[in-house]
């Protein structure tokens, strides 16, 4: 049993390095990002890369470093060069909204292809030296190293970016950002700059939790992405769109939900466990368990 809840425990942390980037964009600029999914995975893939062409002897720290970073870069790009020119040429919000969103689905695409043509479609490992780990016991309880450092970086992570968002005069701009940016503007917030700072921040989240993942199951594909966005979709509209202790919340629900349902059910139920919670969450309060309507979010 104490097994299973550090699976769980292992298995949320990561659920939560992945949504609370999504979250963020999505509750601050209204941005689902599709991309998502394979910034995560790119920020792993340019990890690999660095390995096989430069160093093997690269400690994962600092690949979690570069992995953030090349994951920040390409968020930022996005919003350079694709989703803010959208939104400012959009005759309305929900117009401009529904053309990121089909952007991003597009722009998705093309980390996807650049991994498949280099590592000629096949899943592709990181060398033994990133990730070898060591298994420590307390009785029944078996976790490794790296598994402690994924659960530790995904709470410190949460905790710096509610800090960020809700103490800090740089998070009440945001806050009033997500309420309206046309006000934002009028009070003299640079909305283009906080707007691509708050995409970087989403990129490196999503980059770091890629290479974590990456390292724990000594394996990256092109589409490692695309599974989890149906899991952060989850853990965010049970959290709550934009907050930050709703999407920890829900990833540790969604994790410890799949993982007894794995243990009592069945392994083929795990993956609906997901789809159930959003259908759920939708009838019964769809803002979430901490989430509030858009006008309250500032």
Do not use: C
Request: proline letters at 3%.
């Amino acid at each position: 049993m104490l097994g299973q809840l550090s699976n769980a425990v292992v298995l949320g942390s990561i659920y939560l390095l992945f949504a609370l980037g999504l979250t963020l964009s999505w509750g601050v600029l209204s941005i689902l990002n599709l991309a998502h999914g394979s910034i995560f995975m790119f920020g792993a893939f340019s990890a690999y890369l660095i390995t096989r062409e430069i160093s093997d002897a690269i400690p994962l720290p600092v690949l979690v470093v570069i992995a953030a970073v090349i994951g920040a870069v390409l968020a930022a790009l996005l919003q350079i060069l694709v989703y803010g020119p959208l939104l400012s040429r959009a005759q309305d919000k929900h117009a401009g909204e529904l053309n990121v969103l089909i952007a991003s689905i597009g722009v998705g695409l093309i980390p996807v292809a650049v991994a498949l043509n280099l590592s000629t479609a096949e899943v592709v490992n990181l060398p033994l030296s990133v990730t070898r780990t060591e298994r420590h016991r307390w009785g029944s309880l078996a976790i490794t190293n790296l598994q402690i450092a994924i659960v530790v970086l995904a709470l410190v992570l949460t905790v710096a970016l509610w800090w960020w968002v809700s103490r800090t005069q740089t998070g009440r701009a945001l806050r009033t950002i997500a309420h309206s940016p046309g006000t934002a503007e009028l009070m003299g917030v640079p909305v283009a700059r906080m707007s691509v700072i708050t995409m970087a921040v989403s990129g490196a989240l999503a980059g770091t939790a890629g290479l974590l993942l990456a390292a724990n199951a000594n394996a990256i594909e092109a589409h490692m992405g695309d599974g989890l966005l149906i899991k952060a979709f989850a853990v965010i509209i049970l959290g709550g769109v934009g907050s930050v202790v709703g999407a920890a919340v829900g990833a540790f629900a969604l994790a410890f939900a799949e993982t007894g349902a794995v243990v009592w059910l069945s392994g083929d139920v795990r993956n609906i466990i997901a789809f159930a919670l959003i259908l759920i969450v939708l009838l019964v309060r769809p803002q979430g368990i901490f989430g509030q309507r858009a006008w309250q979010r500032a």
